[in-house]
């Protein structure tokens, strides 16, 4: 039952530094909870997710994802089907949404388990909580760990997957049933990306002679028997009921948006990982290429060289993962979330170094450093919070609209105090101030008061902001408009230039399903038009007929809605945005 490697190897940590385990795990709970619920799906990806989640809580169908009575076909079907499930069993407790959201939550549970997990398997007891510190003070991470989206579910599997390659060299047997069970995980949340960047790592690890083995290869075989059904399943289903779907998921959506023959792709502006890169990864990059530098630097001195050494497995899935980045054509920041799982092992020898020559210089400098940034942070969103409590900003001298476009203060009866989550902030603000003295104690510490500071101002701005924010990024509002506007003897409403989370807000708040005028023909039947342009664009020619409604969601600068009666025979219209 040992790890790769032993206490008393350069690669594991001190006594002097270790890191209580109720701490990191009570650290782990203020960093993932909070933001899981209490406001409405957000734009872009929410939005869109919560109409396919609906979909199959209202028909149980889990094979064709459907949005606002179109089928979706982006992604598998995983994360909807467990935001259903859970959305349905806290129905009683919850609005469906944060039953929904707490999906992420679960799916992040997982990562951070399994973070923990392989740390300790690769550099031995105790430092499992010092990956599992770094990953979380990723600063790209915090949001995108707390939305309704499927990347978590991919995340998970591979996190599980990664925790499945390091224990295969010890215990093939569950090695390789975790490994085939990320693997499946995360085709079932995202389509063939999982499958082949693990199967690229696997394939390239025999490289290496610790690899080169048949406990190894037992591991694979049990790995991929355990990950068939995960892979055939839904594929085979889908395809056996609409061929033309399996063809629309599996060559659009997998290849078409890699090679960015889809429309779907978005082009990949010219160093855009590079710069991502930079702030998405927080400080793990830097802590990563500093653990391979001393590693490098190990091998020119006196101290001997570990035959078998923990960076390979993560060194091997960062290239694997860096090579498809740069390759895709499509670019988002989130794409690079499962790159910090291999990062932030990698970073994890530059905190927990044993060898006092290894370790950086006194702590207690950068300690102060780090109390008076985040306490600076904390303090402006408390202050500017009493701001709004006092009505200062409704008197027009103080403008923050400019601040962000979901920076919008709710109606006076919207109320921005609320007991519970009043109370939360100010137990985690004396928990930052009692814990002022142990941040510069060693640098297992330093992280961790990193990682803290960074929970400390989302946790701010999820219980003391989170009315602003989730009134200026909420369509509950403009949905309740338009509603209150439709005649009731409408049998339909069309619409034109609609977007996704628009049609499913539609369908969740308002319980319309719109039929756009793009897809002809169900159109035709409907005498109302709901048509979505940006702000300052001119509707040329113009809609025949008055505009019943027109609006937007109020944190929204940039697109405008307008409610038309709909002739189709007398209708013309602008030409259909990409």
């Keep these: 039952m040992m790890p790769f490697l032993r206490l008393g190897s350069p690669w594991t940590g001190s006594n002097k530094g270790f890191l209580s385990g109720w701490l990191i795990g009570l650290l782990a709970l203020a960093w993932l909870l909070p933001g899981l619920v209490g406001h409405d799906p957000w734009k872009p990806d929410e939005a869109y997710s919560m109409g396919l989640i609906l979909h199959i809580l209202e028909s149980g169908d889990w094979v064709v994802p459907t949005l606002g009575g179109e089928p979706f076909m982006e992604k598998p079907p995983l994360y909807y089907l467990t935001a259903a499930g859970l959305a349905r069993a806290l129905s009683a407790f919850l609005p469906l949404h944060d039953g929904a959201r707490l999906t992420s939550g679960l799916y992040m549970g997982i990562v951070l388990l399994c973070m923990a997990m392989t740390g300790r398997e690769l550099y031995g007891k105790g430092n499992g909580r010092i990956s599992l510190v770094i990953l979380m003070g990723c600063i790209g991470l915090v949001p995108l760990a707390h939305q309704m989206i499927t990347d978590t579910a991919l995340l998970a599997g591979f996190g599980t997957a990664l925790y499945g390659l390091t224990l295969s060299r010890r215990r093939p047997i569950p090695g390789g049933l975790l490994l085939g069970l990320g693997v ?57 009921r609409h061929p ?30 590079l710069k991502a890169l930079l702030w998405f990864t927080g ?39 860096l090579v498809t980045l740069f390759a895709s054509a499509a670019t988002r920041s989130l794409y690079i979330l499962p790159l910090l799982l291999p990062v932030s092992l990698l970073a994890t020898p530059a905190i927990a170094g044993r060898d006092p020559s290894l370790l950086p210089p006194p702590h207690r400098y950068w300690g102060k450093v780090l109390f008076t940034l985040f306490s600076g942070l904390g303090l402006l969103i408390w202050l500017v919070w009493l701001l709004a409590i006092g009505r200062v900003f409704a008197s027009g001298h103080w403008d923050i609209g400019g601040f962000a476009e979901s920076f919008v203060l709710p109606e006076p009866e919207g109320g921005l105090f609320h007991g519970p989550t009043f109370a939360l902030a100010v137990a985690a603000s004396v928990a930052w101030i009692l814990g002022r003295g142990h941040i510069g104690r060693s640098a297992p510490h330093l992280m961790t008061g990193w990682t803290g500071g960074v929970a ?54 308002g319980h319309i399903l ?18 979505q342009t940006t702000i300052g664009e001119k509707i040329d020619p113009p809609i025949n007929g008055p505009v019943l409604w027109q609006g937007g969601r109020p944190g929204d600068t940039k697109e405008r809605y307008f409610l038309y009666p709909y002739r189709p025979q007398e209708t013309s219209f602008p030409p259909a945005r990409e």
């Design 184 to 240: 499946g995980m995360g085709f079932l949340a995202k389509g063939l990306l999982a499958p082949l960047v693990m199967g690229c790592v696997a394939s390239l690890l025999p490289l290496f002679p610790e690899w080169r083995n048949r406990r190894f290869a037992l591991s694979l075989t049990i790995a991929l028997l355990a990950a068939l059904p995960w892979l055939t399943i839904w594929p085979i289903t889908l395809y056996h």
């Design 244 to 273: 033309d779907l399996f063809n629309v998921w599996f060559w659009e959506n997998n290849y078409g948006r890699f090679f960015g023959s889809s429309a779907l792709a978005t082009s990949q502006e010219p160093g855009y990982y």
């Design 283 to 321: 400080p793990a990059l830097p802590l990563a290429l500093l653990s391979l530098w001393r590693y490098g630097n190990r091998g020119k001195g006196n101290s001997p060289a570990d035959p078998c050494p923990p960076w390979r497995l993560p060194v091997v899935m960062a290239g694997v993962l």
């Design 456 to 509: 400390l101002v989302w946790l701010l701005a999820m219980t003391l902001w989170l009315p602003v924010i989730d009134y200026g990024k909420s369509y509950r509002t403009m949905v309740t408009e338009i509603r209150k506007a439709l005649p009731l003897s409408t049998p339909c409403l069309a619409s034109r230039g609609l977007g996704e989370p628009q049609r499913a807000m539609l369908h969740y708040f």
């Design 514 to 531: 719109t039929r756009r005028v793009e897809q002809g023909g169900a159109a035709q039947e409907c005498n109302l038009l709901l048509l």
